[in-house]
């Protein structure tokens, strides 16, 4: 597997979990502010972490790309 592919993979998956993670906190951190349940809204929270799982798996090349140029400056 080429360097270039690994890092793509690597950043993929880094960016897909840090993504759903930021994402899925922030809305658990709202229904508690909001005094629900978390049992009551378990699927929108859900649909949060999976947009936020796209999202990331999307930018997360681009993001590790830039930063990897970022230091070899």
């Given at each position: 597997?080429?360097?270039?592919?690994?890092?793509?993979?690597?950043?993929?998956?880094?960016?897909?979990?840090?993504g759903?993670?930021?994402?899925?906190?922030?809305?658990v951190?709202q229904?508690?502010?909001?005094?629900?349940?978390?049992?009551?809204?378990?699927q929108?929270?859900?649909?949060?972490?999976?947009?936020?799982?796209?999202?990331?798996?999307?930018?997360g090349?681009l993001?590790?790309?830039?930063?990897?140029?970022?230091?070899?400056r």
């Open positions: 597997m080429s360097s270039e592919r690994h890092h793509i993979i690597r950043d993929t998956l880094h960016g897909a979990l840090s759903a993670g930021l994402i899925g906190t922030i809305a951190i229904a508690l502010r909001a005094g629900v349940v978390l049992g009551q809204v378990v929108p929270i859900l649909v949060f972490v999976l947009i936020g799982l796209t999202v990331g798996g999307l930018t090349p993001v590790g790309r830039a930063i990897r140029r970022h230091r070899t």
